[in-house]
């Protein structure tokens, strides 16, 4: 009976060294992914604010509307021969 509860004992001890080792490893993840999270926040507001100061110019000079259309940031003029549905 002795030996049965050492072992089992054993056996826990075990599994709950495991189990931390385990905790540490993904804790060490998330602090990683947290840290890529946050450069891409960091770089999405970076270019959210450069479009809406290339938009602002825009409207100061307008030579610049044909690159803002390329890249989707200002939206092409219809034109007048697309039919209505």
């Known amino acids: ?4 509860l050492l072992g089992l004992t054993l056996v826990s001890a075990v599994f709950t060294v495991a189990l931390s080792l385990m905790t540490l490893s993904a804790m060490n993840e998330q602090q990683g ?18 479009i809406e100061d290339a938009a602002v110019y825009s409207r100061k000079n307008p030579t610049i509307i044909p690159v803002l259309q390329q890249f989707g940031i200002k939206p092409t003029p219809a034109s007048a021969e697309s039919p209505r549905q």
């Open 33 to 50: 992914l947290q840290q890529q999270i946050n450069e891409v926040q960091k770089f999405r507001q970076m270019t959210t604010k450069l």
């Open 1 to 4: 009976m002795g030996f049965m």
